[in-house]
């Protein structure tokens, strides 16, 4: 499995940007996808999961109503919208994949990862 995550830059607060995971070597059918971030002295944290067993998705509170993950099954590539950023958004955000059907995302325990995007928020 392996992913490739893009779409970063820098923002002003209150803007927009969409990231990019685009995945291979296995689909959504088998594998779920989850956004994390890590800032600078930070530890890396989870912001949004496609959760195939409750047939939906999950925001951490810090993201939600902001956030938005999808999916293109097609190109087989999950997006994370992000509106609305906030200066405490700046972070490398990475996006990550864990067997579907399992209980490991429930506790943000990931098995493969892509490389990280720089997101920076500044006027």
């Known amino acids: 499995v392996q992913l490739q995550a893009s779409g970063g830059g820098l923002v002003q607060p209150g803007g927009s940007l969409r990231l990019s995971c685009a995945v291979s070597?296995?689909?959504?059918?088998?594998?779920?996808i989850g956004w994390f971030r890590q800032a600078p002295g930070k530890e890396r944290e989870g912001l949004s999961c496609?959760?195939?067993?409750?047939?939906?998705?999950f925001y951490v509170d810090s993201v939600k109503g902001r956030f938005t993950i999808s999916s293109d099954k097609d190109k087989n590539t999950v997006y994370l919208q992000m509106n609305s950023l906030k200066p405490e958004d700046p972070a490398v955000y990475y996006c990550?994949?864990?067997?579907?059907?399992?209980?490991?995302?429930?506790?943000?325990?990931?098995?493969?990862w892509g490389q990280g995007t720089q997101v920076t928020v500044s006027s």
């Open positions: 990550a994949a864990v067997r579907a059907y399992g209980a490991n995302q429930y506790n943000w325990e990931y098995d493969y």
């Open positions: 070597g296995t689909t959504s059918d088998y594998y779920d």
């Open positions: 496609n959760r195939t067993r409750d047939r939906g998705t």
